[in-house]
Nanobody, 115 residues
Framework: QVQLVESGGGSVQPGGSLRLSCAASGSIFNSYSMGWYRQAPGKQRELVATIIRGGGINYPDSVKGRFTIARDNAKNTVYLQMNSLKPEDTAVYYC?????????WGQGTQVTVSS
């Protein structure tokens, strides 16, 4: 199955920006959807953004207007641009690829938002 590797996490101040990247070992064009999820300590993993093969995008209200998901099929890479970051955005962010018959997850990248 496809391997996913996230990068771009780090520590930023509230209001700052960060861009996460998810590099796939195989074609993401074949996937039904690509997505970003996050998990804070003691919390359930939650959806951050998904992008469907045809281009449809979903965001929860918690990040809508601040986060943007994009894909580059030629590079087999998915991005998450995060702006106006808040302390509650602090979590480990995971990349996801849904192929229908299988789902792949990256190892995660830590995002910490604090002053």
């Amino acid at each position: 199955q496809v391997q996913l590797v996230e990068s771009g996490g780090g520590s930023v101040q509230p209001g700052g920006s960060l861009r996460l990247s998810c590099a796939a070992s195989g074609s993401i064009f074949n996937s039904y959807s690509m997505g970003w999820y996050r998990q804070a300590p003691g919390k359930q993993r939650e959806l951050v953004a998904t992008i469907i093969r045809g281009g449809g995008i979903n965001y929860p209200d918690s990040v809508k207007g601040r986060f943007t998901i994009a894909r580059d099929n030629a590079k087999n890479t998915v991005y998450l641009q995060m702006n106006s970051l808040k302390p509650e955005d602090t979590a480990v962010y995971y990349c996801n690829a849904d192929y229908g018959f299988a789902t792949s997850w990256g190892q995660g990248t830590q995002v910490t938002v604090s002053s």
